[in-house]
């Protein structure tokens, strides 16, 4: 399914993503494959939005978050609050001019306001200090959210690799929320790293220690968002690529098994093949639209 006048993946991406697939290295492939993609979303045509960057939720300089707008005259629309990845001690909302921003470009082009999260990183903050960042971004959006035409009832979380991580643990673990509970009427998991672990064959184990502070297997299970779903989470879409991070298709199987037991029926979810860790995120605002299209029906309808 196309998203009709954004860029296509040329032929030449295309070979690269399928050469790299079955030999993906996040330390080989990660950094040219951001500037592939880079360069490709700058071919986008004007997309209209209104832009509201660096507004602060806290006083560390990461505790900012910018807002895509859509100006369609629409009111108390929904609203997609993104949270990018980066192995914990890594990354940033606005990693080129092009990512992460291709992802709230994306739901505002189509009518759903984005807001584009940074977090204070493991080395300023242990767990669970990233999801008290996401929590505060959520009060922020709903306490404000008449003035941005959002309806405070149509949030949804995504995030992204580490980010998942922190929108799982806000979401599914009940010692994370507000009196009153989340406050969000979906979570999206993409590529998430939503089982905590420090197993040998996870490259990045000494990064997930340095966020959760402990390599102790029992005290990263209890501090795993997997760990946490039950009958009441709140609903979920899942999707991962074909060629992952080492053990993050795991992770992500395990969530859907977890919620589906919980809830006695099968999450939303898109297993995307040819994508990479990577790629799963950064292809979102091009021609390339089924993962784009799902997640917009599941925002329509979070069940």
């Excluded at 697939?21 to 993609?37: C, L, M, N």
């Excluded at 900012?64 to 009111?75: A, E, K, M, S, V």
């Excluded at 759903?112 to 960042?133: C, H, K, M």
């Excluded at 959760?212 to 795993?224: C, F, K, P, R, T």
Aim: hydrophobic share 40%.
């Amino acid at each position: 399914m196309a998203d009709i006048g954004q860029p296509e993946i040329p032929a030449a991406l295309r070979a690269y993503m399928a050469d790299v697939g079955p030999h993906w290295s996040p330390a080989a492939h990660v950094k040219p494959t951001i500037e592939k993609f880079s360069a490709l979303h700058r071919s986008r045509p004007e997309d209209h939005l209104t832009v509201r960057r660096d507004i602060a939720y806290g006083n560390h300089e990461r505790q900012r978050f910018d807002i895509y707008l859509p100006n369609d005259g629409t009111t108390a629309r929904a609203a997609l609050l993104f949270v990018h990845g980066g192995a914990f001690l890594d990354g940033h909302r606005n990693r080129t001019e092009e990512i992460y921003a291709n992802v709230p470009r994306y739901f505002a082009r189509h009518g759903i306001v984005g807001i584009n999260i940074s977090y204070r990183l493991a080395d300023a903050v242990q767990y669970p200090g990233a999801s008290e960042d996401i929590a505060a971004v959520v009060a922020w959006t709903r306490a404000h959210a008449r003035e941005f035409t959002i309806d405070r009832n149509r949030l949804f979380l995504m995030g992204h690799s580490a980010g998942a991580a922190h929108t799982g643990s806000y979401v599914y673990d009940k010692r994370r929320h507000p009196s009153d509970g989340p406050g969000v009427a979906g979570h999206i998991v993409l590529s998430g790293r939503v089982r905590a672990e420090a197993r040998p064959e996870n490259p990045n184990a000494k990064k997930v220690v340095a966020y959760y502070g402990s390599d102790d297997a029992d005290v990263l299970d209890n501090l795993s968002p997997v760990s946490h779903v039950g009958a009441g989470s709140v609903s979920t879409f899942v999707a991962w690529g074909e060629f992952e991070n080492p053990l993050i298709d795991l992770h992500c199987a395990e969530l859907v098994y977890r919620l589906a037991d919980a809830k006695r029926r099968t999450p939303p979810l898109m297993w995307l093949a040819g994508h990479n860790h990577t790629t799963t995120m950064a292809h979102i605002n091009t021609a390339e639209d089924a993962l784009g299209c799902a997640l917009r029906a599941f925002i329509a309808d979070p069940r």
